[in-house]
Structures are given as structure tokens and as C-alpha cells.
């Protein structure tokens, strides 16, 4: 018996086959239409609903292409299940280059929307109606902001068996025990009954290589634990965890000379860098704070006192 096709919006996918699909949000203020980029892929076979979104930021652009190439490599005739790849939520945002939306409103602090609410609430709506409702699984895939650069990390609830399990499956360096954030996806997802695994890596506004193949070979291994593929990449080191981590601040303002690099090993009191005037003279050395790893970093060279520099993640075995 053939496998029944799905519904998005008003179009139905025949098992075997993938289809792009236009959600209506709004129209510009020429009449021209704004809608929201799905790509269905409905397996042959059954199996899980995974959704893969990117660009609720719309300055983060890096996990529209792992988007990109992950669809490169899923096929309907050999998948098992659906996936459901969203590869920028934030539409208004992501043609201007802007993290929020032209309300300024934080889309990931938005959810789960309203359908009569304000923009970033009816595009959160939308996206819970239309895709997350109907997924068991979703990897949100985000970047660092303002000037940040992030290590490949997984954030989410380790204490749940099966978020852990598929967060071990994706393999990055680190993978963080966050707490829930209101109104972010991640929440309204576990609220609607779905795993959701949040990906960060790179900077804002870039592709950078590494990041992107490390969020396409975790998706992979996500999907191939779910078994849903028969193949994926096999991980170069286990992932580390964590469950504490804390931005190290400049207590100066001025230029910043790192001495540190991501995935970096610290120890407490190492320096991390230092803040110095346009000379080079009347510098502060920037210590960490405690032991761990760098998982951040920010790409700013003019600091002020209070700023964000090194973001340390402390690996269980450490608090042990």
C-alpha cells in the first residue's frame, strides 16, 4: 500500500516525491507577496518528520546553506519519513541583512505565536502550525551575533534520554545543557511535543567551511540515528559536555589583541587577550575567569568595558 502523501498549506506531496512550497505571511508595501520557503521531501518509506529551519535571525545566513546542502544530499526515493527544510524564517530580515524584523521584534523571543498577533507573531504562528505541529524532531540552526563567533555547539536539554541521544548523534565539539528560553522555538517545540535541537556555529553575515560541514554532517547523523538515511559521516572526536559555561568581559575599553582561538583549552587566570589604546600602551590583560573551553569568541576589535569577549564552556569532567 502506497504511503500517503502530505499536506502543507494547500498543497498535498505524493510519497517519493519532494516539492517546494510558498506559505503566504504578508505583502510588501508594493503588493508584491512575502511568503515562507518550505521544501518538502516525503520519503517512499515510512518514518519520522523532521523539520530543519535556518534564518529565524535573519543576519545568520551560514545555516541557510547547510540547509542548502543537506538537500543536496536527501532524496525522496531512498528517505525514510519527511523532512521539512525551512531555510530562512525571518524573510523580511534576511533581505536586509537584519537579525529582527522591521518591527524590531526578536522572532526567536515570538513563539508560539498568534495568527492575529503582530508580524513576528503571526510568521511564529505560522511556522508552528504549518511545520512544527507536524514533526517529532526539528535542528534550528543558528549563528553568533553582534561581532560573535561561535565553535560548532549543540544547546539543548540533556536531561531528556532522546534529545541527549540525538544530540550525541549530531557530534559537535561541544554540546551544551541549556535551559529553555521563553518564547524561542526550542520551548514552543517541546510544548507542541517535539525534540529540537539547536545548532550554533560561525558568525553572522559569513560562510565559513567549517562550521557549515559540521552542521551538514550533524544533520546527517541526526537523520541516520533516526533512521531515516542509511549513511552519514562518521564523527572525528566524541562530543564534549557541558553544563555550565559565561562570557570572560573586558574591564577596559579599547583595542583587543586575542591570544586565544575557538575549541581552545584554558585554564583559570590564563590570558585570553588584551585591551590596549590605539598605541599599544596602557593595556589590561583579559583572564579567563575559569577552566574549560573557548566555544566563543567576539570578532570586534574595539571593545568597551562590560563587552562580551571569550565565552568559556566547562566540560563535566572538569566539575567533577
Known amino acids: ?73 536527501v532524496t525522496p526515493r531512498t528517505l525514510r519519513g519527511t523532512l521539512l527544510a525551512v531555510p530562512v524564517v525571518n524573510v523580511l530580515g534576511f533581505m536586509t541583512g537584519d537579525r529582527t524584523l522591521p518591527d524590531r521584534r526578536d522572532l526567536n523571543r515570538s513563539f508560539p505565536g498568534a495568527a492575529r498577533g503582530s508580524l513576528a507573531s503571526r510568521i511564529a504562528h505560522l511556522l508552528m502550525t504549518e511545520v512544527v505541529a507536524k514533526c517529532d524532531v526539528g535542528i534550528d540552526l543558528h549563528t553568533g551575533t553582534d561581532h560573535r563567533d561561535n ?58 567551511a567549517e562550521p557549515i560541514a559540521a552542521g551538514v554532517d550533524g544533520v546527517l547523523r541526526v537523520l541516520a540515528a533516526l533512521d531515516m538515511i542509511d549513511d552519514a559521516p562518521e564523527p572525528a572526536v566524541a562530543p564534549e559536555e557541558s553544563r555550565a559555561s559565561g562570557w570572560v568581559r573586558a574591564r577596559g575599553t579599547g583595542i583587543l589583541h586575542l591570544d586565544v582561538e575557538l575549541g581552545d583549552r584554558v585554564e583559570a587566570g590564563a590570558r585570553l587577550g588584551r585591551v590596549a589604546d590605539a598605541f599599544g600602551t596602557s593595556g589590561r590583560i583579559v583572564r579567563a575567569d575559569r577552566a574549560g573551553i573557548v566555544i566563543g569568541l567576539t570578532r570586534a576589535p574595539i571593545v568597551h568595558a562590560g563587552d562580551a569577549v571569550a565565552h568559556i564552556a566547562v566540560p563535566v569532567a572538569l566539575e567533577a
Open 1 to 73: 500500500m502506497a504511503r500517503e502523501s502530505f499536506a502543507i498549506g494547500a498543497v498535498r506531496v505524493r510519497a517519493g516525491q519532494a516539492k517546494s512550497v510558498e506559505l503566504p505571511i504578508t505583502k510588501l508595501v508594493t503588493g508584491g507577496d512575502v511568503s515562507l520557503p518550505v521544501r518538502v521531501v516525503h520519503g517512499r518509506e515510512p518514518g519520522p518528520t523532521v523539520w530543519l529551519d535556518a534564518a529565524i535571525h535573519g543576519d545568520e545566513v551560514l545555516g541557510v546553506e547547510v540547509v542548502r546542502q543537506v538537500l543536496a544530499l
Open 151 to 208: 565553535l560548532p555547539q549543540i544547546r539543548a536539554d540533556l536531561d531528556h534520554s532522546e534529545t541527549r541521544r540525538l544530540a550525541e548523534a549530531f557530534a559537535a565539539p561541544v554540546m551544551l545543557h541549556a535551559r529553555l528560553r521563553d518564547g524561542s522555538l526550542r520551548q514552543a517545540a517541546r510544548e507542541a511535543g517535539a525534540i529540537a535541537l539547536l545548532y550554533e556555529a560561525g558568525e553572522a553575515l559569513r560562510f565559513g
